[in-house]
């Protein structure tokens, strides 16, 4: 592959746990692979939950990455310049997203959890964030449902029926495009681990 290479690494599962901060030997380590190959970062949350769990703030996230994505490229930076940004509501219109909402809270009030939280949908400038057991969960309670989602399938169903009831979805994955080496990891350290192979 030819041209500029760029690592391009997602937040959740990625750079850290699921909702957590990133490990500061990570951080440290990611800050001197910077000086080797340009970073970005890019993350489904807004802003301030992406600079939350990297334990940094916009100035030193820009610094440490060439480009900072949040809400699905909504949010865009580079070098501390921010980028004009749309809304979700702007791009596909008040009457498709109440359809898409009301469709889910109505399949979630059918589905039978050992417990339930509120803010089932989050709604951010650039997608919905649809959790079954709710956003306000706490760490043990959002750790016991995915131990539960593993047997019983939950999200793998009602993915499952989102994409009957929308077919097409509105995903295009960076992930699968011909210009990208993807890399799938498992976790922090298993992206970690990685990278040192790629580039010590």
């Given at each position: 592959?030819?041209?500029?290479?760029?690592c391009?690494?997602?937040?959740?599962?990625?750079?850290?746990?699921?909702?957590?901060?990133?490990?500061?030997?990570?951080?440290?380590?990611?800050?001197?692979?910077?000086?080797?190959?340009?970073?970005?970062?890019?993350?489904?949350?807004?802003?301030d939950?992406?600079?939350?769990?990297?334990?940094?703030?916009?100035?030193?996230?820009c610094?440490?990455?060439?480009?900072?994505?949040?809400?699905?490229?909504?949010?865009?930076?580079?070098?501390?310049?921010?980028?004009?940004?749309a809304?979700?509501?702007?791009?596909?219109?008040?009457?498709?997203?109440?359809?898409?909402?009301?469709?889910?809270?109505?399949?979630?009030?059918?589905v039978?959890?050992?417990v339930?939280?509120?803010n089932?949908?989050?709604?951010r400038?650039?997608?919905?964030?649809?959790?079954?057991?709710?956003?306000?969960?706490?760490?043990?309670?959002r750790?016991e449902f995915?131990?539960?989602?593993?047997?019983?399938?939950?999200?793998?169903?009602?993915?499952?029926?989102?994409r009957?009831?929308?077919?097409?979805g509105?995903?295009?994955?960076?992930?699968?495009?011909?210009?990208?080496?993807?890399?799938?990891?498992?976790s922090?350290?298993?992206?970690?681990?990685?990278?040192?192979?790629l580039?010590?």
């Amino acid at each position: 592959m030819s041209g500029k290479r760029i690592c391009l690494f997602d937040v959740d599962g990625t750079l850290t746990r699921p909702r957590q901060k990133i490990d500061k030997d990570f951080l440290e380590y990611l800050r001197s692979l910077s000086k080797k190959i340009p970073l970005a970062v890019v993350g489904g949350s807004d802003i301030d939950k992406v600079l939350e769990q990297l334990d940094l703030n916009l100035k030193d996230a820009c610094d440490l990455f060439e480009y900072v994505f949040a809400e699905n490229g909504l949010f865009v930076a580079k070098k501390n310049q921010q980028f004009p940004t749309a809304t979700i509501q702007e791009v596909i219109g008040e009457e498709k997203l109440q359809e898409f909402i009301n469709y889910c809270l109505r399949y979630l009030s059918e589905v039978k959890l050992p417990v339930k939280r509120g803010n089932f949908i989050e709604f951010r400038k650039g997608m919905l964030n649809v959790s079954p057991i709710g956003r306000s969960c706490n760490q043990n309670e959002r750790n016991e449902f995915v131990e539960y989602d593993e047997k019983h399938k939950i999200r793998e169903k009602f993915i499952e029926e989102l994409r009957k009831r929308f077919p097409g979805g509105n995903d295009y994955e960076i992930f699968e495009d011909h210009r990208t080496i993807g890399h799938r990891v498992a976790s922090p350290k298993d992206t970690e681990s990685e990278l040192k192979s790629l580039f010590g």
